[in-house]
Structure formats: structure tokens, C-alpha cells
């Protein structure tokens, strides 16, 4: 029991001598007779050179000495190494690894989302234990310190912070998105099961097509546009392939009229009842952006309604004044 004892103690030396914190000053053991060793200056040398490069300045070490040191001295401690390893492992839980391990564990857990959580912990101990063994964590976020930033570089400990608030803002724009999403789902499953009679429908299409087709005041004759003979081919189509003959669901509607829906909602005649004939995803994106009749999309119409008259205004002082 002593000797393994022993054993696991002089383990935990070697793993744990990297732990020497880069920002304390070397250690110059003098040698039998009061004479220093030939190496002290060298490796003060290249600790001078490596501050520098934590600095962001420029300095003579080669890549592969940056790299030496980054395992020899400890470079990220406390709180830095906790956040630096949940970085690590966000990009792990989003890659295809991920999802892989996930696949070969999923056996033991009940569902995907557990397996997915389990393979990310173990990542996580996973990396705690390279980078006490070599710096494996702090190498590879120096790769991207020196790949994103240009000359002159931040300071190293001032990329990762500023590394780490962009990653929680899009951590949280991210679930933000996704909850958005789940719930657009939602309601779209709700919005499609929607049902009405055949005859409202049928009466509603009718309606816009009249709306956008061609009337000759003179001879009151009706022509028809390309857009209204292509919704009337699709609304006997609608008719025709009814499973119910009382009833028609919103998702058939969506369906048999496909992008002649996009082009009544384009058309300013018709565009607000060209809404309702939309799936609720496009609804909101149209909504959104002001389209569709919207609110926003009114308020922008009656601004650019008044700069045309301000305009149309401004032309005519101009021309009173030629003829004065």
C-alpha cells in the first residue's frame, strides 16, 4: 500500500509540474562551487520571449517553442480554464463527433438528448486531463488566437475573454432561435389541421382573382390576367382532389396553390388577403419585415406617400419661380 501510494504521489508530480505559473520568475539552482548552470540564461531568455508573445508583441520564439512552453507553464488558471473547456466542448456538442459517440452510447440512456449530454461530459474530463497532462486546451485556443488576430495582437487573456463573451451571446441567441422555431412548429401543425367549407374557399379565391384581372370600362368586358387563369386552374384542381366534399383543410390550400400565393401576397391590390391564404411561417417573415399589410408596412407607405408630396411641391415653387 505504501509503494503505490508512493507511486501515485511521484504521478502526480510529473502531471502537475506544469502547474509552474508562467509569471513567476525562474529558478537558478547554483552548481557545486557557486558556479550557475550554463542553461539559466537561455531559459530566461525564452521566458522574457514567451511574456512577450502572451503580451500580443512581437518576439523571437518559433512556433514550435510557443507551443513547449504552452505546456510546460501553466497559461490558463481558475475560472479561465473552466470557461476555456465549456468553449471547447460547445464546439465538441456541435460537431459531428458528437453526434457519432452519441450514436455508439445511445444504448444506455433513454433518449438521444442523454447520451448526447453524457459524451459532452466526458469531453469535458477529457480535456481537464490533457491540458493538466500537456496544455492541451491552452494550445489549441493560442491556434485560433493567432489565426483570427492580426498585428498588433490583444494580449492572450484579453482574446479569450472577449472569446468568451461572444460565444455566450451566441449560446444564447442560439436557444433563442431554437425556442422560436419550436414554437413556429407548433403552431403551424395547429394552423395546417385548420378546416373550412369548400364554398367559403372557393368564394374567397374568386374574390381575389377578380381583384387583379383586367375590366374594360367601355365595353365592360373582363380580361383575365395570366396569375388569375393559373389560380383558377388550381382552385378546380383543389376542388377536384377533396377528400371531403363539405371541407377542405388550410394545409390542402397551402399546398395546391404553391407560389401563386407569393405572387398575389407581391401584388398591392390583393397582398392583404393574399396573407391569409399563406402558411404561418411565411406570414411571420412577411409581418416581420413590414410586408403584407402589416402595420410597419403601412407606416413606410405613408411616409414614402408624404415625401412624394413634399417632392411633387418643392417642383412646383421651382417652376413658379422660373416664371417669375
Not at 488566437?145 to 484579453?158: C, G, I, N, Q, V
Not at 472577449?162 to 413556429?184: C, D, I, M, N, P
Amino acid at each position: 500500500a505504501a509503494a503505490a501510494a508512493s507511486g501515485a504521489a511521484a504521478a502526480s508530480s510529473r502531471v502537475y509540474a506544469r502547474h509552474e505559473a508562467w509569471t513567476a520568475a525562474p529558478t537558478q539552482t547554483k552548481e557545486a562551487g557557486g558556479r550557475r548552470p550554463a542553461f539559466s540564461s537561455k531559459r530566461v531568455a525564452r521566458r522574457r520571449e514567451f511574456r512577450k508573445a502572451l503580451a500580443g508583441q512581437a518576439h523571437g520564439l518559433l512556433p514550435e517553442e510557443v507551443a513547449a512552453a504552452l505546456g510546460t507553464y501553466q497559461v490558463l488558471q481558475g475560472e479561465t480554464l473552466t470557461k476555456a473547456i465549456d468553449l471547447l466542448a460547445e464546439k465538441y456538442a456541435e460537431s459531428h463527433d458528437c453526434d457519432f459517440d452519441a450514436l455508439k452510447v445511445n444504448l444506455k440512456f433513454a433518449s438521444r438528448r442523454a447520451a448526447k449530454e453524457a459524451c459532452v461530459q466526458r469531453k469535458k474530463k477529457e480535456l481537464l486531463v490533457k491540458e493538466q497532462a500537456d496544455g492541451f486546451v491552452a494550445k489549441a485556443l493560442w491556434r485560433d488566437f493567432y489565426d483570427r488576430e492580426a498585428p498588433p495582437r490583444s494580449p492572450f487573456l484579453e482574446f479569450l475573454d472577449q472569446l468568451f463573451v461572444t460565444q455566450s451571446k451566441r449560446s444564447v441567441a442560439v436557444k433563442g432561435w431554437l425556442k422560436e422555431k419550436t414554437r413556429l412548429a407548433k403552431l403551424q401543425a395547429a394552423d395546417q389541421k385548420r378546416a373550412a367549407p369548400v364554398d367559403a374557399v372557393v368564394r374567397k379565391l374568386r374574390d381575389v382573382v377578380s381583384q387583379i384581372d383586367r375590366k374594360d370600362d367601355a365595353s365592360n368586358v373582363v380580361r383575365p390576367s395570366r396569375l388569375g387563369i393559373d389560380l383558377e386552374r388550381r382552385l378546380r384542381s383543389l376542388v377536384d382532389t377533396c377528400t371531403n366534399d363539405d371541407v377542405v383543410t388550410k394545409k390542402d390550400v397551402v399546398a395546391s396553390l404553391g407560389p401563386a400565393a407569393f405572387s398575389l401576397v407581391a401584388d398591392p391590390r390583393v397582398a392583404k388577403q393574399a396573407l391569409e391564404l399563406t402558411d404561418l411561417q411565411t406570414r411571420a417573415a412577411i409581418r416581420t419585415r413590414g410586408g403584407g399589410g402589416g402595420q410597419q408596412g403601412k407606416k413606410k407607405k405613408k411616409k414614402e406617400r408624404k415625401k412624394m408630396i413634399r417632392e411633387d411641391r418643392d417642383d412646383d415653387d421651382d417652376y413658379e419661380d422660373d416664371d417669375d
